[in-house]
């Protein structure tokens, strides 16, 4: 029969399947943020140290805790990459299933309010940021308690009533329409960027209560993918437009886009490790500690990863817009790797 | 006989009949040669569209089939990297420091800059797997060259991008990756003959690296191919025996009626679906490995399944019933009949039906990201299980990066896809020429 081989060929292969149960891969998911820093150190793992090319997937922060957290076995993931720390509900799903971790930094971020070059220079307060984002605003200048839905349609509206809720001067808004590119819920820069953006701003306008956690709808917040080349793309194409996103894709594109002054702090690579910028964030990674030791160069790849060589200021993470850890916080890392 | 119409005097009703006729015949034709009009104006417009997209990736990939590199002379330290009897030692050469041989040897080149942070500048002309290029080309060579030698090491892809005028050398400085400083040594040495641009074979012999001098379309390339093998492999035979079954055993009736209402339907299902099925059922309940092109090929030949199926049944459908009822009344069993009879003449559709599915196949991604595929994968995979992309994700993953280098790669890999895909189909409409059977 002439089907025979063929079907013989679907067992085997099924077969196969079934007898490579072993990995001798590292696996790594998470944050689209930590990713490029990940990839380069992954490389260099696979070409200098003899083992194979840690496999490395950008699921966003909150994907990854996901697969990270169902379980140990090797078709679970070893290591999580994280731009924001483990939430305690996730810290909960990972003890549920046994998994025991361990928590490394690997360096800072800043979180970038960008516009195309083209278009005006923002000097502003995260208020302001705040204040155009936040679904629901109080109008009233007296009372926080009637909030109604966002109405600043421009950005001098968005200057008018900060203005108005802070104090001070106007920034000298332009009269153009309010339009923010914000990433989405799964990412973990979107998680920062509410503790950063939103809830600081809230609290500088003078607002308390839970209601900088809405974005608003209206069309002014546009959700966009994990994809950062593209927000730039849509920034070039339209300089009314904002975009938010991480340190390593603006210092790539400085050619193209400009960052927002936040709170009079210009966005570099001084200031995020400072942390005089009020958008810097650190930098997270997860490894499980029961593979340490089963999955073979894990110790190995998380020595190459936690070492001067990558992270330090002369590291071949710098580069790419990883900006380093202190002497004390790098030491911390380092310690923690030796204990591993 | 002449004709009638001239014979017969006709009446003025006749007549004015005639006369409604030829003006209704006026309209008529007016309005079939507007129709005609928007025809070929559709068509225009479709293929403008295609030849702006076209055009758009074909300018914006076609300086990635070259590459910078840079002509530097140094002398390799072989007592270092040879056992006794000199062959090299694996582990002396991976230990080795490629990258601080080169970097030492360029630095030479240039006395007069001394500063640590120009001396930095200086380095960031090299590409930073200039090291490992070094070391795989001794390697491969398996000798080491004695005393001084000239070797051509890539650039950085930001000298790249200088070279082939995709970085504007009028902006301001600080908004430029290149500084003032380090566009003048590049200059100088583009006067002395030592910058060329040569053909990018690393785009073909490599998979993904985060160096763009350093990536290529191979891992993705065998990926592909893997995954369509498995998917060719699974979809087909279950396909054609799905069609036949349906054609010639099914009994008509409302059970039959249910599974062909959803095959259609599964047909118009969103890939993204499959993808959550495969991450489900494979990687969950069977516990697969992930990123593997083996469920790759599998949630893939799920998605094609009713594509062929519809395909292959409209195939036998086209063979005259004359061959089967010539064959059943010559005592063959229906088995026999269909197997031997139907299934080689309808074999030609059923194979165009089999590419066109596959070429579908491979443009996806969706279904992919749920299983894993949509990774960062360096190594080119030797077996169905090992981690492996495909070309359409690995697309995906250089649009994304930042660095601006991967997007004139990501042009160029699409040329790739089309290429595939454009063969695929071509060689469709050819096999469906040869064979097909006209009664």
């Not at chain 2, 930001?158 to 400083?181: I, W, Y």
Request: proline share 5%; hydrophobic share 45%.
């Amino acid at each position: 029969m002439r089907f025979t081989p063929l079907i013989a060929g679907m067992i085997a292969s099924l077969a196969l399947s079934t007898a490579a149960q072993a990995r001798d891969q590292i696996s790594i998911v998470g944050s689209s943020t930590v990713y490029p820093f990940s990839t380069i150190a992954a490389e260099k793992f696979g070409q200098s140290s003899g083992f194979k090319t840690p496999v490395i997937e950008a699921t966003g922060t909150g994907g990854g805790m996901k697969l990270f957290c169902k379980g140990i076995g090797v078709e679970y993931p070893d290591v999580t990459n994280a731009s924001r720390a483990i939430k305690s509900k996730e810290a909960k799903m990972c003890a549920d299933a046994g998994v025991a971790f361990q928590e490394f930094i690997v360096g800072n971020d800043g979180i970038a309010f960008a516009n195309s070059l083209k278009g005006q220079h923002f000097e502003i307060s995260i208020a302001h940021v705040a204040a155009a984002l936040a679904a629901e605003l109080p109008f009233q200048a007296d009372g926080a308690s009637d909030a109604t839905p966002n109405q600043l349609k421009t950005w001098a509206d968005v200057d008018a009533y900060t203005a108005k809720r802070i104090g001070g001067d106007l920034a000298g808004l332009p009269n153009i329409p309010v339009s923010i590119m914000v990433p989405p819920p799964t990412s973990g820069t979107r998680d920062a960027m509410g503790e950063l953006f939103m809830k600081h701003g809230w609290k500088k306008l003078g607002l308390d209560g839970s209601g900088y956690k809405k974005l608003r709808e209206d069309g002014a917040a546009i959700e966009v993918g994990e994809n950062d080349s593209l927000i730039i793309e849509k920034l070039v194409a339209d300089q009314n437009m904002f975009g938010v996103f991480g340190y390593s894709f603006f210092d790539q594109n400085r050619d193209k886009v400009q960052a927002a002054l936040l709170d009079g702090v210009e966005l570099n690579f001084e200031n995020v490790a400072s942390y005089k910028y009020p958008a810097a964030r650190p930098l997270f990674f997860y490894v499980k500690k029961a593979h340490v030791g089963v999955i073979p160069g894990l110790k190995e790849f998380i020595n190459e990863f936690v070492s001067e060589k990558a992270m330090g200021l002369d590291g071949y993470l710098f580069p790419a817009g990883l900006v380093p850890l202190s002497e004390d916080g790098f030491a911390k890392q380092v310690v923690a790797r030796d204990a591993l | 006989m002449n004709n009638p119409i001239e014979m017969i005097q006709p009446d003025a009703e006749t007549q004015a009949r005639f006369e409604k006729i030829a003006q209704g015949l006026k309209k008529r034709h007016a309005a079939s040669r507007r129709l005609k009009t928007y025809g070929i104006m559709a068509i225009v417009t479709a293929i403008s569209f295609l030849a702006i997209l076209l055009t758009t990736i074909i300018s914006n990939g076609y300086t990635a089939i070259q590459q910078t590199e840079l002509q530097i002379t140094l002398t390799i330290p072989a007592e270092k990297l040879q056992y006794d009897d000199g062959a090299i030692d694996p582990v002396k050469a991976r230990n080795f420091n490629w990258n601080g041989l080169i970097k030492k040897a360029f630095l030479a080149e240039f006395p007069d800059v001394t500063a640590m942070l120009d001396q930095r500048a200086l380095g960031e002309i090299l590409s930073k797997n200039a090291g490992y290029d070094l070391r795989r080309l001794i390697e491969a060579k398996g000798s080491i060259p004695v005393g001084e030698t000239k070797v051509w090491i890539k650039t950085s892809d930001d000298v790249d991008m200088l070279m082939k005028g995709r970085l504007d050398r009028n902006l301001d400085e600080a908004q430029r990756r290149l500084s003032n400083q380090q566009i003048g040594w590049i200059d100088s040495l583009v006067a002395d003959d030592r910058i060329r641009l040569v053909f990018n074979d690393t785009f073909f012999t490599a998979a993904d690296s985060r160096e763009p001098e350093s990536a290529g379309v191979l891992g993705a390339t065998v990926g592909s191919v893997m995954a369509l093998f498995v998917t060719v492999l699974l979809a087909l035979p279950v396909a054609v025996m799905a069609a036949v079954y349906l054609e010639y055993f099914a009994p008509p009736g409302r059970v039959t009626d249910f599974i062909e209402v959803n095959i259609n339907n599964l047909a118009a299902v969103p890939s993204i679906v499959f993808g959550l099925l495969g991450l489900a059922v494979f990687l969950g309940f069977f516990g697969m490995p992930r990123s593997a092109p083996l469920v790759g090929g599998m949630v893939l030949a799920l998605m094609t399944l009713p594509t062929i199926i519809i395909a292959t049944r409209a195939s036998i459908r086209a063979v005259p019933t004359s061959i089967r009822d010539a064959a059943l009344g010559l005592g063959a069993s229906r088995m026999q009949a269909a197997i031997d009879h139907i299934l080689p003449l309808a074999a030609p559709g059923i194979l165009t039906g089999t590419i066109i599915g596959i070429a579908q196949a491979l443009g996806e991604t969706a279904p992919l990201i749920m299983i894993g595929m949509v990774a960062f994968i360096v190594d080119v995979p030797a077996t169905l299980t090992d981690p492996a992309t495909a070309l359409p994700v690995q697309i995906y993953i250089w649009s994304d990066s930042a660095e601006r280098a991967f997007y004139e790669r990501s042009s160029l890999a699409i040329m790739v896809l089309l290429t595939f895909l454009i063969t695929m189909n071509i060689s469709a409409v050819l096999l469906r020429r040869k064979f097909e059977k006209k009664w």
